[in-house]
T-cell receptor, first 117, second 108 residues
Framework: ETGVTQTPRHLVMGMTNKKSLKCEQHLGHNAMYWYKQSAKKPLELMFVYSLEERVENNSVPSRFSPECPNSSHLFLHLHTLQPEDSALYLC????????????????FGPGTRLTVL | GQQVMQIPQYQHVQEGEDFTTYCNSSTTLSNIQWYKQRPGGHPVFLIQLVKSGEVKKQKRLTFQFGEAKKNSSLHITATQTTDVGTYFCLINDYKLSFGAGTTVTVRA
């Protein structure tokens, strides 16, 4: 599946580094999402964008900064991360925003495996 | 906030046996979706249930939505090694919420 791509696939960074994760969807969708998946924890929704506007921010620390320059691209800028931020970061998209009992479905990218040293 | 509880967290199954995973909500749901994540992979959409009492089948997988639309189940018959992975349910009435997932391992 190449509908949603993420780069890089793996990233190792120190706590003082600044890096960015990139997500691109080729499906013509209007909504994009960032999730964090840690070992033995449910998928945690971080940010939601609909038509390039942020519609949800789930109490995510400010060291994570999302950016959605257009409906096809989503970035997650990282700075001064902590070791507990090590996780799989998944991007997803859907045709329209999933809320209010929407029957739309999400398409996930392969994820970026992040390790913070 | 709205949450969905998923059980069991782990399911270790003998190849050829059946098993079921459940998702339960305290509130009535508009719909529920199921996703599967293979080891090292990403979640992939399996199915969506919308109607009360709805039952849908995909080969050896049977998905059911409760009559009260508060719970759902995924039943797999004659488990195969290809069924290995984590199965998640997703609800979105008020806020997107994934269940914790049931991680399935299969012994040959």
């Amino acid at each position: 599946e190449t509908g949603v791509t993420q780069t890089p696939r793996h990233l190792v960074m120190g706590m003082t580094n600044k890096k960015s994760l990139k997500c691109e969807q080729h499906l013509g969708h209007n909504a994009m999402y960032w999730y964090k998946q840690s070992a033995k924890k449910p998928l945690e929704l971080m940010f939601v964008y609909s038509l390039e506007e942020r519609v949800e921010n789930n109490s995510v620390p400010s060291r994570f900064s999302p950016e959605c320059p257009n409906s096809s691209h989503l970035f997650l800028h990282l700075h001064t991360l902590q070791p507990e931020d090590s996780a799989l970061y998944l991007c997803a998209s859907s045709q329209d925003l999933l809320s209010g009992g929407s029957t739309d479905t999400q398409y996930f990218g392969p994820g970026t495996r992040l390790t913070v040293l | 906030g709205q949450q969905v509880m998923q059980i069991p967290q782990y399911q270790h199954v003998q190849e050829g046996e059946d098993f079921t995973t459940y998702c339960n909500s305290s509130t009535t749901l508009s719909n529920i979706q199921w996703y599967k994540q293979r080891p090292g992979g990403h979640p992939v959409f399996l199915i969506q249930l919308v109607k009360s009492g709805e039952v849908k089948k995909q080969k050896r997988l049977t998905f059911q939505f409760g009559e009260a639309k508060k719970n759902s189940s995924l039943h797999i018959t004659a488990t195969q090694t290809t069924d290995v992975g984590t199965y998640f349910c997703l609800i979105n009435d008020y806020k997107l919420s994934f269940g914790a997932g049931t991680t399935v391992t299969v012994r040959a």
